[in-house]
């Protein structure tokens, strides 16, 4: 079966700090792969997307960016972090054949001070 | 622009069913009606989808009218565990290269004792 693995839990970061969150796959191959965001007591935001190795497709203009250097690895990074960038992150994916279905990770619950 | 609309929050017994109402009344044919759930502070959790018939799985029971407008989520025996929030989305066939989830408010669900 299929697992869907993200780190760190929760970080705590200061304004101005950089950023690495990874989100990492078992049990499927070439998935579609997502970042999400969720600030406090709103829906979720997709960011940025992913159909296969070194392809990144971004759906906001931001302060973040995402990289996909292995197959079932995403990472989600910035260079500067900002107060806005606080929230909770969610990694999901998904098969990328017929009709998909995306499954999502535990999160990463982001601070920054 | 919202694709669904839910209540904001509703209750239910434990051991009984709950049923979680959704419109939709702009989908049009091609798109797909999924419910997903999230339990405080985790990661979304899939539920269930379906485009026209309706559709049960080892969760719960998706009920979709004649002409789409509208949908039910049925919980057949809701445990305290269920309490989350349930999302009700709109999400075009596999044929379209929107990816993107857009989720709303969602209904706020509390099973009591």
């Known amino acids: 079966s299929q697992t869907i693995h993200q780190w760190p839990a929760t970080l705590v970061q200061p304004v101005g700090s950089p950023l690495s969150l990874e989100c990492t796959v078992e049990?499927?191959?070439?998935?579609?792969l997502y970042w999400y965001r969720q600030a406090a007591g709103r829906g979720l935001q997709l960011l940025f997307y992913s159909v296969g190795i070194g392809q990144i497709s971004s759906e906001v203009p931001q302060n973040l960016s995402a990289s996909r250097p292995q197959d079932r690895q995403f990472i989600l990074s910035s260079k500067k972090l900002l107060l806005s960038d606080s929230g909770f992150y969610l990694c999901?994916?998904?098969?990328?054949?017929?009709?998909?279905?995306?499954?999502f990770g535990p999160g990463t619950r982001l601070l920054v001070l | 622009d919202a694709k669904t609309t839910q209540p904001t929050s509703m209750d239910c017994a434990e051991g009984r069913a709950a049923n979680l109402p959704c419109n939709h009344s702009t989908i049009s044919g091609n798109e797909y009606v999924y419910w997903y759930r999230q339990i405080h502070s985790q990661g979304p959790q899939y539920i269930i989808h379906g485009l026209k018939n309706n559709e049960t799985n080892e969760m719960a029971s998706l009920i979709i009218t004649e002409d789409r407008k509208s949908s039910t989520l049925i919980l057949p025996h809701a445990t305290l565990r269920d309490t989350a929030v349930y999302y009700c989305?709109?999400?075009?066939?596999?044929?379209?290269?929107?990816?993107?989830?857009?989720f709303g408010a969602g209904t706020t669900v509390t099973v009591r004792a």
């Open positions: 999901a994916w998904g098969t990328g054949r017929g009709q998909e279905t995306q499954y």
């Open positions: 989305i709109v999400r075009p066939g596999f044929l379209s290269n929107d990816y993107k989830l857009s």
């Open positions: 049990g499927t191959s070439n998935p579609n």
